[in-house]
């Protein structure tokens, strides 16, 4: 196979992903290099999952316009690949006096992002549209766009049209060193070289590593772990819409919502580190959390826990996306895309496009393109294939529920274990899925899980790479 592109994407979450596919929209051969065995296995896979409208953004930024534009790119692509959006809508409550003086002004700033649809509520109608909040709240600002929506399906079906449209997937390939020849830039792997003209660094929490590789010193990464608590479906009955405070200089703060998957998550907290791989959760977060859900919604507290998960945002020492092409080096770096990114993605991915294009990459559309892949629903409020007497009669397999907690079937299994990106491991099938992701957490199906994965043949397969001729289109 040949090994030299036009374009190298180190990176294959969802910013990443989504380069990848707008390229490979082009005359161009695309590379999507990632360290890990999995598409979608860093940042991406653990955020709060709201597609945002934008609303608080800092007005004038890359990021204002990027998530604004992402809102309406991902919101469009959704409908056409089956990832699920539930359109529940948000209030921003406000707990103090100082609180409800910043409403106004939160309202201003949504209009000047563009968004025009936020209102200012008093307490009774906080609590008429959220009747279990907890008791003191003052007023809120409605944002009825806000959106919750399955994050892995987004990264997935990215990746999977960007390998439809000719994207070389490169999976297990870590970048460690660069050299940057006069055509070519070769990238030496964990998996061994890959030759390319172009390079796009969409490395996320690596992101600075990689640039320093091209010679830059101009930002670091600040690892800011957030972690959540997610609790069982039951308590989804004690709030539909996304429950958010008002935000600070560190971030969005601690909210509560309903998930794209039936249950209600509280978090995220906001911690920096200096550990890239701290993404497991700790004591100290929890007794924050619980702390603020017993101010925020008592009731949510008396429901079970069904997991707990922890991400880390790529935090930088810059008030903004950082998007900067060197054309001598034919490289582009995108950093610092930090608690946004689900939903700027697709938006970042046009962008960069554009700025390529400035930096003199030859750009021509292709004629055609494949259609956009349809991809499994995972959330709740749709129909699901065990739900489905048409499928289930055309299929059996549809029929046969292996995971009883999150009702998922022996057909959606095999079929995410053939698919054109399959799973590494369990943890993969999981975000494939759902499956024991519910409230025995895999202890029930675990091992007749296991082996539909040890089936596959290319389940477990490291340094895999997918070239877009293996896929039957
Ligand atoms: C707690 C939390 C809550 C969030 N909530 C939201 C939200 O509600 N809505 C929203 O829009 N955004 C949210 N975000 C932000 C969003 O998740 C991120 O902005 C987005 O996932 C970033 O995607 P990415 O592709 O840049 O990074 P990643 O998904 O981290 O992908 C980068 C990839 O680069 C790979 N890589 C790194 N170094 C190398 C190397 N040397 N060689 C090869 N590969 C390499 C990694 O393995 C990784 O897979 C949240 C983030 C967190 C942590």
Redesign the pocket.
């Known amino acids: 196979m040949n090994t030299t592109h036009d374009v190298a994407v180190?990176?294959?979450?969802?910013?990443?992903?989504?380069i990848a596919r707008e390229l490979s929209g082009h005359q161009l051969s695309v590379a999507l290099?990632?360290?890990?065995d999995d598409?979608?296995?860093?940042?991406?896979?653990?955020?709060?999952?709201?597609?945002?409208t934008g609303f608080d953004a800092k007005p004038g930024t890359l990021e204002s316009a990027m998530?604004s534009r992402?809102y309406r790119l991902l919101s469009e692509y959704a409908r056409h690949t089956g990832i699920p959006i539930e359109h529940t809508g948000a209030i921003l409550v406000a707990w103090d006096n100082e609180q409800l003086d910043a409403l106004p002004g939160l309202r201003d700033k949504a209009v000047a992002n563009g968004y025009r649809h936020c209102e200012i509520i008093d307490a009774a109608e906080v609590y008429r549209q959220i009747p279990h909040l907890g008791p003191g709240a003052l007023g809120g600002l409605t944002v009825p766009d806000e959106s919750i929506i399955c994050?892995w399906t987004v990264?997935l079906a990215l990746a999977t049209d960007a390998v439809h449209r000719g994207t070389t997937l490169l999976r297990g390939?870590?970048?460690?060193s660069v050299d940057v020849g006069p055509e070519f830039t070769t990238l030496h792997?964990t998996a061994g070289p890959v030759t390319s003209r172009w390079v796009v660094n969409?490395?996320?929490?690596?992101?600075d590593?990689?640039d320093a590789r091209f010679g830059f010193e101009r930002f670091t990464v600040t690892p800011?772990?957030?972690?959540?608590i997610v609790y069982d479906k039951l308590a989804r009955r004690l709030v539909d819409k996304i429950v958010l405070p008002v935000p600070t200089a560190r971030g969005?703060g601690v909210l509560v919502s309903p998930t794209i998957y039936g249950n209600v998550m509280l978090?995220?907290t906001s911690e920096d580190l200096q550990d890239r791989t701290a993404t497991g959760t700790s004591e100290a977060g929890f007794e924050f959390l619980l702390d603020k859900g017993h101010k925020l919604m008592p009731d949510l507290l008396a429901e079970e826990v069904t997991a707990t998960y922890?991400?880390?945002?790529?935090a930088i020492d810059h008030g903004d996306y950082l998007v900067a092409p060197d054309a001598a080096q034919r490289y582009l770096l995108?950093g610092g895309?930090?608690?946004?990114?689900?939903?700027?993605?697709m938006a970042i991915a046009e962008h960069v496009v554009n700025e390529l294009r400035s930096a003199g990459l030859d750009l021509v559309p292709k004629h055609e393109l494949p259609e956009p892949p349809r991809m499994p629903n995972l959330g709740e409020a749709f129909i699901r294939p065990y739900q489905d007497a048409d499928r289930i009669a055309a299929d059996p397999a549809y029929g046969k529920i292996v995971c009883f907690c999150e009702r998922v079937t022996a057909g959606e299994l095999r079929d995410a274990c053939r698919s054109p990106i399959p799973p590494a491991d369990l943890d993969g099938l999981r975000r494939r899925t759902r499956v024991m992701n519910g409230r025995c957490q895999g202890f029930f199906c675990g091992a007749e899980v296991q082996e539909f994965l040890d089936a596959t043949p290319t389940g477990a397969v490291h340094a895999r790479t997918t070239h877009p001729e293996e896929i039957a289109l």
């Open positions: 180190i990176g294959a979450g969802i910013v990443g992903a989504a290099l990632d360290a890990r598409v979608g296995d860093g940042t991406s896979k653990a955020n709060t999952a709201i597609l945002h998530v992402g994050t990264n390939h870590r970048v460690e792997t969409a490395a996320g929490l690596g992101a590593v990689v800011r772990r957030g972690e959540l969005k978090g995220p922890s991400g880390l945002r790529a995108v895309i930090r608690s946004t990114g689900l939903t700027a993605g």
